[in-house]
C-alpha cells in the first residue's frame, strides 16, 4: 500500500501515474474512489495495480476494502443475470493513493 500525500502542485497525481504504468500499463491509469466495495473488486479483477487519486478523506469501509485487496481477501456477490449464481473471486493487488490533505 502506497500513500503519497503533499501540497496541491507537488506531482503526486504523475509519480503514482508512472509508477502505475512501470508495473501496469492502462488507458485509465488514476482513477476516482470508488463508490462502493464491488467498484472496488472489480477495478482489481481488471487491473495488477489499483491508483485512486484525489482522495479527501477514507471511509471505514474503502480502508477495510483496500486492506483486504492489498492481502489477499476476496468478494463473494450474487450475480444480476441469475439470483442463483454467484461470482467470488480473492485478489492480491497493489494499491496506491494521492491526497493533498494533511491525512486520510
Known amino acids: ?20 504504468n512501470l508495473v501496469d500499463p492502462n488507458a485509465a491509469s488514476l482513477r ?7 467498484d ?7 487491473s495488477w495495480v489499483i491508483t485512486l487519486d484525489n482522495l479527501s478523506h477514507l471511509p471505514d469501509w474503502l480502508s477495510d476494502a483496500l486492506c483486504r485487496v ?3 481477501g476476496g468478494l463473494a456477490t450474487r450475480l444480476y443475470v441469475r439470483l442463483r ?6 485478489f492480491w493487488r497493489i494499491a496506491s493513493m494521492c491526497n493533498a490533505a494533511q491525512s486520510i
Open 40 to 46: 472496488l473488486f472489480i477495478a482489481a479483477n481488471n
Open 32 to 38: 476516482s474512489g470508488p463508490r462502493d466495495e464491488r
Open 1 to 20: 500500500m502506497l500513500s503519497l500525500k503533499g501540497e496541491q502542485g507537488s506531482c503526486k497525481s504523475s509519480a503514482s501515474a508512472v509508477l502505475r
Open 85 to 90: 449464481d454467484s461470482w467470488w473471486s480473492t
Open 70 to 72: 492489498a492481502t489477499g
